[in-house]
């Protein structure tokens, strides 16, 4: 288990939490950190994040025009995907005030980058995300949070270096919604199944928290969704 720091600030009262000014959170399991200066909202440091679906751990370098056109040829190679398919799964995080919309997903994604888990009868799906950040504290919800089958053994979350592709499909990657930032940012995730299925069970995984200095801890968060059927 990785262990993250982050710090956060909230305007007016803190309710629950019972304090003012910056407090300090230690999330198991997180992929970032987040720091604040005097009396503005967080600013995130974003720390080594794995590359997620069949690809090893590390940081995600950013990719070439040569691999971005690469992608764009893995994109347009092979079967298309399936016709979207709506959701309509709406996540509400009440500790940190965040709500997570899973609108929409493909299925059946041609892909060069992750053609291999492909061949061995898995599958790479697309998925819809809109958020609504709260505003009480500062981090971002990331695309890491995104897992697919949690809790069982090929368990795996968001595969990043499949965002050339996402891009080359004409489609907008989901970069981050900063809570500092406010607004309604959207875009498209990858997942990676090992092996496809009618169905799968998803979920957005926002670790558990320690605010530093106190016994106060926010707990993990999980919501789970369902990815239908193509």
Excluded at 86 to 107: F, K, Q, Y
Excluded at 183 to 210: H, Q
Aim: glycine share 14%; net charge negative; with cysteine.
């Amino acid at each position: 288990m990785t262990t993250t720091t982050a710090r956060l600030t909230r305007r007016g009262a803190l309710g629950a939490l019972g304090a003012l000014g910056v407090l300090g959170l230690t999330a198991c399991g997180g992929s970032g950190s987040v720091t604040t200066g005097g009396e503005g909202r967080g600013t995130t440091e974003p720390a080594e994040k794995g590359t997620g679906g069949s690809d090893d751990g590390g940081a995600t370098p950013a990719p070439s025009e040569d691999e971005t056109s690469d992608a764009a040829e893995g994109a347009s190679a092979g079967a298309g995907p399936s016709a979207e398919l709506p959701v309509g799964a709406e996540l509400r995080d009440e500790a940190l005030g965040d709500t997570i919309t899973i609108v929409s997903v493909l299925r059946d994604v041609a892909t060069e980058r992750q053609a291999r888990a492909v061949e061995r009868g898995g599958e790479v799906i697309y998925v819809q995300v809109a958020a609504t950040p709260g505003t009480q504290y500062g981090g971002s919800i990331t695309p890491s949070d995104f897992h697919i089958n949690p809790g069982q053994p090929d368990e795996d979350n968001t595969t990043l270096t499949l965002e050339p592709e996402i891009t080359a499909a004409g489609l907008t990657a989901f970069d981050s919604a900063p809570r500092r930032d406010g607004g309604n940012p959207s875009g498209w995730i990858a997942l990676v199944a090992e092996k496809r299925k009618d169905t799968y069970t998803a979920a957005y995984i926002r670790p558990e928290a320690k605010v530093l200095g106190k016994d106060t801890v926010i707990p993990e968060f999980r919501g789970e969704f369902t990815i239908p059927a193509a």
